[in-house]
Protein backbone atom coordinates (compact mmCIF):
# COMPACT_ATOMS: atom_id res chain seq x y z
CA UNK A 1 0.00 0.00 0.00
CA UNK A 2 0.99 3.44 -1.07
CA UNK A 3 1.52 5.89 2.09
CA UNK A 4 -1.38 8.65 1.62
CA UNK A 5 -1.10 12.25 2.72
CA UNK A 6 -4.01 13.84 2.14
CA UNK A 7 -5.47 17.52 2.67
CA UNK A 8 -9.13 17.82 2.79
CA UNK A 9 -9.75 22.05 2.42
CA UNK A 10 -12.82 23.64 2.38
CA UNK A 11 -14.88 26.23 4.15
CA UNK A 12 -16.88 25.56 7.67
CA UNK A 13 -19.74 23.57 7.43
CA UNK A 14 -19.17 21.86 4.29
CA UNK A 15 -17.96 18.77 6.68
CA UNK A 16 -14.53 18.79 5.35
CA UNK A 17 -13.19 17.41 9.10
CA UNK A 18 -15.81 15.05 9.69
CA UNK A 19 -14.82 13.30 6.57
CA UNK A 20 -11.08 13.45 7.14
CA UNK A 21 -11.82 11.78 11.02
CA UNK A 22 -14.90 9.73 9.47
CA UNK A 23 -11.95 8.31 6.66
CA UNK A 24 -9.33 7.92 9.64
CA UNK A 25 -11.55 5.76 11.95
CA UNK A 26 -12.51 3.31 8.73
CA UNK A 27 -8.73 3.00 8.13
CA UNK A 28 -7.76 2.17 11.80
CA UNK A 29 -11.32 0.07 12.85
CA UNK A 30 -11.92 -1.46 10.05
CA UNK A 31 -9.14 -2.22 8.02
CA UNK A 32 -5.92 -2.83 10.13
CA UNK A 33 -4.44 0.55 8.98
CA UNK A 34 -2.25 3.35 10.44
CA UNK A 35 -3.47 6.72 10.64
CA UNK A 36 -3.24 10.45 12.00
CA UNK A 37 -5.59 12.96 11.76
CA UNK A 38 -5.25 16.58 12.31
CA UNK A 39 -7.22 19.25 11.53
CA UNK A 40 -7.26 23.15 11.45
CA UNK A 41 -10.14 26.19 11.19
CA UNK A 42 -10.33 29.81 10.46
CA UNK A 43 -11.42 32.19 12.88
CA UNK A 44 -14.74 31.87 12.00
CA UNK A 45 -16.83 28.83 12.68
CA UNK A 46 -19.29 28.45 10.03
CA UNK A 47 -17.75 29.73 6.33
CA UNK A 48 -14.36 30.44 7.56
CA UNK A 49 -11.28 28.16 5.86
CA UNK A 50 -10.90 24.40 7.01
CA UNK A 51 -8.37 21.82 6.71
CA UNK A 52 -8.32 18.69 7.69
CA UNK A 53 -4.65 16.70 7.51
CA UNK A 54 -4.83 12.80 7.13
CA UNK A 55 -2.02 10.10 7.26
CA UNK A 56 -2.97 6.99 6.38
CA UNK A 57 0.11 4.09 5.95
CA UNK A 58 0.69 0.30 7.09
CA UNK A 59 4.21 0.99 8.52
CA UNK A 60 4.40 3.40 11.71
CA UNK A 61 4.24 7.44 11.16
CA UNK A 62 6.98 9.53 12.01
CA UNK A 63 5.44 12.62 11.63
CA UNK A 64 2.02 13.48 11.67
CA UNK A 65 1.86 16.65 10.05
CA UNK A 66 1.34 17.15 6.13
CA UNK A 67 3.72 19.24 4.10
CA UNK A 68 3.15 17.89 0.21
CA UNK A 69 -0.38 15.90 0.27
CA UNK A 70 -0.32 12.80 -2.65
CA UNK A 71 -3.71 13.94 -2.15
CA UNK A 72 -5.77 16.90 -2.24
CA UNK A 73 -9.43 17.87 -1.78
CA UNK A 74 -10.39 21.28 -2.21
CA UNK A 75 -13.94 21.88 -1.94
CA UNK A 76 -13.87 26.30 -2.27
CA UNK A 77 -11.59 28.19 -4.47
CA UNK A 78 -10.40 29.67 -1.68
CA UNK A 79 -9.02 26.73 -0.62
CA UNK A 80 -7.94 25.53 -4.07
CA UNK A 81 -6.22 28.87 -4.77
CA UNK A 82 -4.29 28.60 -0.43
CA UNK A 83 -3.29 24.99 -1.29
CA UNK A 84 -2.99 23.43 -4.86
CA UNK A 85 0.53 24.47 -4.84
CA UNK A 86 1.42 22.25 -2.01
CA UNK A 87 0.77 19.07 -3.95
CA UNK A 88 3.42 16.28 -4.65
CA UNK A 89 4.10 15.76 -8.07
CA UNK A 90 1.95 13.40 -9.61
CA UNK A 91 -0.71 13.42 -7.30
CA UNK A 92 -4.45 13.79 -7.51
CA UNK A 93 -6.70 16.87 -6.98
CA UNK A 94 -10.08 16.64 -6.37
CA UNK A 95 -12.48 19.48 -6.59
CA UNK A 96 -15.89 20.33 -7.13
CA UNK A 97 -16.74 21.56 -10.36
CA UNK A 98 -19.60 24.06 -9.19
CA UNK A 99 -16.95 25.49 -6.30
CA UNK A 100 -13.60 25.84 -7.99
CA UNK A 101 -12.41 26.93 -11.13
CA UNK A 102 -9.07 24.85 -11.87
CA UNK A 103 -6.97 27.70 -12.91
CA UNK A 104 -3.48 26.60 -11.81
CA UNK A 105 -0.62 24.50 -13.53
CA UNK A 106 -0.10 21.90 -10.74
CA UNK A 107 1.87 18.65 -11.77
CA UNK A 108 -0.91 16.39 -10.27
CA UNK A 109 -4.00 14.76 -11.87
CA UNK A 110 -7.01 17.37 -11.16
CA UNK A 111 -10.30 15.88 -11.18
CA UNK A 112 -13.45 18.11 -11.11
CA UNK A 113 -16.85 16.72 -10.15
CA UNK A 114 -20.48 17.67 -10.01
CA UNK A 115 -20.43 16.56 -6.36
CA UNK A 116 -22.87 19.45 -4.66
CA UNK A 117 -24.87 19.27 -7.74
CA UNK A 118 -25.36 15.29 -7.61
CA UNK A 119 -26.12 15.46 -3.75
CA UNK A 120 -28.55 18.62 -4.58
CA UNK A 121 -30.26 16.53 -7.08
CA UNK A 122 -30.52 12.94 -6.04
CA UNK A 123 -31.14 13.62 -2.30
CA UNK A 124 -31.85 17.48 -1.76
CA UNK A 125 -29.68 18.11 1.18
CA UNK A 126 -26.35 19.78 1.21
CA UNK A 127 -25.21 18.08 4.25
CA UNK A 128 -24.51 15.04 2.79
CA UNK A 129 -21.72 16.67 0.15
CA UNK A 130 -18.87 15.60 2.39
CA UNK A 131 -19.48 11.80 2.13
CA UNK A 132 -20.28 12.18 -1.22
CA UNK A 133 -16.55 13.55 -2.00
CA UNK A 134 -15.20 10.32 0.05
CA UNK A 135 -17.06 8.15 -2.28
CA UNK A 136 -15.84 9.83 -5.15
CA UNK A 137 -12.51 9.84 -3.33
CA UNK A 138 -12.82 5.86 -2.37
CA UNK A 139 -14.23 5.57 -6.57
CA UNK A 140 -11.05 7.06 -7.56
CA UNK A 141 -8.06 5.68 -4.91
CA UNK A 142 -10.10 2.77 -2.84
CA UNK A 143 -7.97 3.64 -0.29
CA UNK A 144 -10.94 1.58 2.28
CA UNK A 145 -13.64 -0.36 1.67
CA UNK A 146 -17.05 1.38 1.09
CA UNK A 147 -18.32 -1.53 4.04
CA UNK A 148 -15.91 0.25 6.47
CA UNK A 149 -16.77 3.91 5.69
CA UNK A 150 -20.84 2.88 5.83
CA UNK A 151 -19.75 1.15 9.17
CA UNK A 152 -18.17 4.22 10.45
CA UNK A 153 -21.05 6.44 9.12
CA UNK A 154 -23.58 3.94 11.00
CA UNK A 155 -21.86 5.18 14.20
CA UNK A 156 -20.50 8.53 13.70
CA UNK A 157 -23.97 10.13 11.92
CA UNK A 158 -27.12 10.13 13.55
CA UNK A 159 -29.53 7.83 12.86
CA UNK A 160 -31.86 10.12 10.93
CA UNK A 161 -28.84 10.98 8.16
CA UNK A 162 -27.39 7.07 7.88
CA UNK A 163 -29.60 6.26 4.96
CA UNK A 164 -29.26 9.33 3.04
CA UNK A 165 -24.79 9.38 3.92
CA UNK A 166 -24.99 5.75 2.74
CA UNK A 167 -26.52 7.10 -1.09
CA UNK A 168 -24.04 9.95 -1.22
CA UNK A 169 -21.37 7.58 -0.82
CA UNK A 170 -22.54 5.59 -3.64
CA UNK A 171 -23.31 8.87 -5.55
CA UNK A 172 -20.09 9.86 -4.94
CA UNK A 173 -18.34 6.79 -6.17
CA UNK A 174 -20.57 6.86 -9.16
CA UNK A 175 -19.35 10.23 -10.36
CA UNK A 176 -16.05 8.27 -10.85
CA UNK A 177 -17.65 5.22 -13.04
CA UNK A 178 -16.10 6.33 -16.79
CA UNK A 179 -19.40 6.36 -18.89
CA UNK A 180 -18.59 3.58 -21.20
CA UNK A 181 -18.97 0.76 -18.29
Known amino acids: MEKYRMVFSGSGGQGVITAA ?7 VLHEGLIAVQS ?3 GA ?5 STRGDL ?5 PILFPKVTQPN ?5 TQEAYDKFSPIIRPGG ?3 SDDRFVV ?9 VSLPMFQAVMEELGDPVAFNICML ?3 MGLLGVVRVDSLLAVIARRVPGAYVEMNGKALALGAGLTESPEG
Request: charged share 20%; with cysteine.
Open 102 to 110: PRKKVDARQ
Open 21 to 27: IILAEAA
Open 71 to 75: VLVCL
Open 55 to 59: IISEL
Open 135 to 137: GAL
Open 39 to 41: QSY
Open 44 to 48: EARGG
Open 92 to 94: LLL
